[in-house]
């Protein structure tokens, strides 16, 4: 019997009503033949919500006991899944993270999958039960229990897609697939029916929330197709899959990040410094991105990079810890942001970096950063002025552009 | 090293401000040189919130799926207070029933704790000031989630103290236990000492300070238990063996249970089989049955007992499960009633207590007695609750 993943966000299980729904939509493909193992997010706000009441008692909380937390949310929403289940009469058991064998390592918070185990997941399809399993957590070879980030049940989903050699993996939230842009900022953003893993990769890399990039990775290892849907207006859908290399086509999406931090270190000695910064940030677990290094000998040499504030805790005091130890060395850029263009092969020539910039130039957007792959070009503004930037750019290089026949 | 449990009730944590109040007391035992081993509840309404949830989607939600979702109650509250008290700078640790491997039986709802891993607590607590340790709950040998049923909290705080041969301090919104509810009678006093026994028949007959089962194992393991306010420092109470008081008043305490329905079963047949069997179907469907009277009128029996009245249907439907293959015998609800019950040691050696307690309810209509070796409880019209609590509270000094 081929075995299906699916997937539900918090907006999907925000309420019993929805949960009831969700409950009869899995029933129906179960009764459809397939077995199904059904991965489930914290109910609505429940996650913002158990961080504002860890907020109120520490600005800087211990990473373990929020995962410790956090992963309590899930097991709400599972269990009572199950419960509207059977109250359908199908069979069905909830797993946390750990029973379902979701290793991962000890970065708390945003902790990475390493292996995933799923015997007792197995056990308990061949028993004929739909299995509901609490995204978003793992346990660790300490056996704590750990968090993956933003966006973190899609791995969750993948993972255990993959490691189950089901026949897709459908994930379903409040939008249906993936566009050209956030819709909910750009109206005139366009469904996407078809993505490439890369694609899909280097947009959730750049902050597209539609889903997570390692989710992204564990598909492409597996080659597992990926379907995002709308869980409540069924129809369209994008299917992420393996895509043979295209002629190279110009800008294919337009994605932001808010919330970014920019950090320059300048100092003579700029090697020696950047391995203690760079350990501080590896002990704090904040990863960080766009590295630059410029080495020089004198006192103007140095390192910057930009941190996405998304999944960090309790960053006031690991900034506060930073000017203790480099003073006036270190800088800080606060309220930032960065626009990236996603599209094969975007470097190849300047012709769109250069036009782009003239384009914001004339908007009066300053530009702070720019970040060029062959994949990607980020450029790092201010926050206040990402919408206004992403409109220009998916005006002029999704909306403007000739698409050319297949 | 000198260890100490504690265990904080709901209420104690029912908000961050109660979470951060409830770190400081502990920061302030740590202080003193003691490492605590803290359970705790569910912050205030959590559980209660959570089954309405369960209850929105059927009425009769799955008992594993329903262990799944009240543990989580218990790893909130964790999770914060050891946020908490890292934020005041004692090195802290919280732990859920898997990580403690606390083992219990594998009824869903209402497990029994087996054991648990002492090792691994005590080499935890060499590098930890404090372990905050979810209450309520436990894992079975296949790592399934339990929960222990109401007050399972306590339960769990006294195994681990008596796993550890380790003290233990109940802390919740009360400052300990009373002879009498001072809702009910404000001249109550707060009991220093009272022992196991009489702990276990208040307990069972009504006063929510502590849960029974947590009192027997105390009891089995000569744990002492104290229990105080998570709110101020006023002196609470001690539950302790008989042989640590000295001094034992004839009655120690009053319980008092409102909404009593007596229930009387006609015209059985004399058949002590069928007894056995409707008792049987009661236990296991969890109904608390009390004043249990049987007479025997050579051709039929007659059989009396008290539940609480909202349980009335619940005894029902258990009764007709024994009863329905049989003819001719009629039953009897009588409700509004309250069960009023003294308690004390001192009933063993006292003489008199019985007529004590008559004289002082001579004008209260009584409609059922009952009695055992430290206990007197009556049946009463609730119309008469507050004259009949006063009176028996005055004539023992309660």
Wanted: include cysteine; charge should be neutral.
């Amino acid at each position: 019997m081929d075995l299906i993943v699916q997937k539900y966000g918090g907006s999907s299980v925000a309420d019993a009503e929805k949960i009831m729904k969700i409950a009869e939509i899995v029933a129906a493909v179960k009764k459809q033949g397939y077995n199904v193992v059904v991965v489930v997010s914290a109910m609505g706000k429940t996650t913002n919500q158990l961080i504002e009441m860890a907020n109120k008692i520490s600005k800087n909380p211990p990473r373990r006991e929020m995962d410790m937390l956090l992963s309590t949310g899930e097991r709400v929403s599972m269990a009572v899944l199950c419960i509207a289940l059977n109250e359908l009469g199908i069979d069905a058991i909830s797993l946390t993270g750990s029973q379902s064998g979701i290793i991962t390592n000890d970065r708390h918070n945003d902790a990475r999958v390493i292996e995933v185990r799923p015997f007792r997941v197995q056990d308990e399809i061949e028993k004929g039960k739909v299995v509901v399993i609490g995204g978003f957590q793992g346990v660790s070879y300490k056996r704590d229990i750990t968090t993956l980030g933003r966006g973190g049940s899609d791995t969750s989903a993948v993972a255990l897609a993959a490691a189950l050699n089901a026949e897709r993996c459908e994930i379903y939230s409040d939008i249906d697939g993936v566009y050209t842009s956030d819709p909910a900022m750009i109206k005139e953003a366009k469904h996407l029916p078809v993505v490439s893993y890369q694609q899909m990769q280097e947009m959730s890399q750049a902050g597209a929330k539609v889903l997570n990039a390692q989710a992204v990775q564990f598909a492409k290892d597996a080659q597992i197709a990926i379907y995002a849907r709308s869980t409540f207006q069924p129809g369209k859908e994008t299917i992420i899959r393996h895509l043979s290399p295209e002629i190279p086509k110009g800008v294919k999406a337009v994605v932001y990040e808010k919330d970014i931090v920019r950090v320059v270190l300048r100092s003579k000695d700029i090697v020696q410094n950047f391995k203690r910064l760079a350990k501080i940030f590896e002990d704090k677990q904040v990863p960080i991105k766009e590295l630059n290094f410029a080495e020089g000998s004198s006192e103007k040499s140095k390192v910057s990079f930009i941190v996405s504030l998304s999944n960090v805790y309790g960053w006031e005091s690991i900034k506060e810890e930073l000017v203790n130890i480099f003073g006036k060395k270190i800088e800080f850029y606060l309220q930032l942001g960065t626009v990236s263009l996603i599209g094969e092969g975007l470097n190849r020539d300047n012709t769109i970096l250069l036009d782009t910039i003239n384009l914001l130039n004339n908007k009066k957007i300053e530009i702070k950063g720019i970040t060029t792959t062959s994949f990607r070009t980020s450029l790092l503004i201010k926050r206040e002025l990402v919408e206004e930037c992403v409109k220009i750019c998916h005006r002029k290089w999704i909306e403007e552009s000739i698409e050319l026949p297949e | 090293m000198n260890i100490v449990v504690q265990k904080y009730g709901g209420s104690s944590v029912a908000d961050t401000a109660r979470i951060k109040n409830v770190a400081n007391r502990i920061a302030g035992k740590v202080k003193q040189g003691s490492k605590v081993i803290v359970v705790v509840s569910a912050m205030g309404k959590t559980t209660d919130n959570l089954i309405r949830l369960a209850k929105e989607i059927t009425p009769d939600p799955d008992p594993r799926e329903m262990d799944m979702l009240l543990t989580t109650g218990e790893q909130v509250s964790v999770s914060l207070l050891s946020i908490a008290l890292s934020e005041i700078g004692v090195k802290s640790k919280s732990l859920n029933a898997f990580q403690a491997e606390i083992i219990t039986t594998g009824n869903f709802t209402n497990a029994r704790i087996k054991n648990f891993n002492k090792e691994k607590i005590l080499s935890l607590m060499n590098s930890h000031d404090v372990l905050a340790v979810t209450g309520f709950q436990g894992i079975t040998e296949d790592g399934e989630l339990t929960t222990l049923g109401r007050g399972g909290s306590d339960t769990s705080a006294v195994a681990l103290a008596a796993a550890l041969g380790i003290d233990c301090e109940i802390f919740s919104d009360v400052a300990g236990i009373y002879t009498v509810d001072p809702k009910l009678y404000p001249a109550a006093r707060k009991i220093k000492q009272i022992t196991y026994d009489e702990m276990l028949e208040m307990a069972s007959l009504g006063a929510k300070v502590l849960h029974s089962r947590s009192v027997e194992i105390a009891k089995k393991f000569g744990i002492k238990i104290y229990c105080g306010s998570s709110f101020n420092n006023e002196e609470g109470s001690y539950v302790v063996d008989e042989n640590e008081i000295i001094e034992q008043p004839v009655v120690t305490g009053m319980s008092v249970i409102a909404n009593e329905a007596q229930v009387i079963i006609d015209k059985l047949p004399v058949d002590y089989a069928l007894v056995k069997k409707l008792f049987e179907k009661t236990a296991e469907a969890g109904l608390n049955v009390d004043m249990i009277s049987i007479i025997n009128h050579e051709q039929h029996l007659t059989i009396s007992f008290t539940i609480l009245e909202e349980r009335k249907e619940q005894l029902e439907t258990e009764l007709h499960k024994v009863l329905n293959q049989l003819e001719g015998w009629n039953i009897e609800y009588h409700l509004g009633f309250i069960k009023l019950s003294i308690v004390g040691i001192g009933m063993r050696s006292g003489i008199g207590v019985a007529f004590r307690f008559f004289k002082a309810l001579e004008n209260i209509p009584i409609k059922l007695v009952t009695t055992s070796e430290i206990k007197i409880s009556s049946l009463i019209d609730e119309n008469f609750k507050q004259e009949a609590v006063d009176a028996l509270a005055k004539e023992f000094n309660l």
